[in-house]
Nanobody
Framework: VQLQASGGGLVQAGASLRLSCARS??????????MGWFRQAPGKEREFVAA????????NYADSVKGRFTISRDMAENTVYLLMNSLKPEDTAVYYC???????????????????WGQGTLVTVSS
C-alpha cells in the first residue's frame, strides 16, 4: 500500500489549502478502516488532525482545527482530502496522511493506530 500526499504550500494567514492523499495498492479487506491526517511542527510531536471511517464517512477532528478543516473522501479515486480554511501561522507543519489496514480494536487518534503513512507535505502559513 502506498499513500501519496500533495497540496501543501506557502500561504498567508486566513487563506485556504486543500491537501490530497491517494491510496494505491491492495485494498483493505476491512471496509471501515480509518484514513487520517496528522501534522508535525518543528520540534514537536506528530499530532492528530482529522480522520474518517472509509465506508461510512463519519469523521473526527482535533479541537484546534474543528470548524476550520474538513476531511472528505472520494471512494472512486481512493483519495482522502483535507480542506483547510482560515489558516493560522500555528497550522504550519508537515502534514502526513495515514491509513489503517485492520481497524478492529483501534481508535483513530494515535500514530500507532495506523499501518501506512504518506511522505508528508509541507504547509507554511505566514502572518
Amino acid at each position: 500500500v502506498q499513500l501519496q500526499a500533495s497540496g501543501g504550500g506557502l500561504v498567508q494567514a486566513g487563506a485556504s489549502l486543500r491537501l490530497s492523499c491517494a491510496r494505491s495498492g491492495p485494498s483493505s479487506r476491512y471496509l471501515n478502516y480509518a484514513m487520517g491526517w496528522f501534522r508535525q511542527a518543528p520540534g514537536k510531536e506528530r499530532e492528530f488532525v482529522a480522520a474518517l471511517r472509509w465506508n461510512v464517512g463519519n469523521s473526527n477532528y482535533a479541537d484546534s482545527v474543528k470548524g476550520r478543516f474538513t476531511i472528505s473522501r472520494d471512494m472512486a479515486e481512493n483519495t482522502v482530502y483535507l480542506l483547510m480554511n482560515s489558516l493560522k501561522p500555528e497550522d504550519t507543519a508537515v502534514y502526513y496522511c495515514a491509513a489503517q489496514e485492520n481497524p478492529f480494536g483501534r481508535t483513530w487518534y494515535w500514530t500507532d493506530d495506523y499501518d501506512y503513512w504518506g511522505q508528508g507535505t509541507l504547509v507554511t502559513v505566514s502572518s
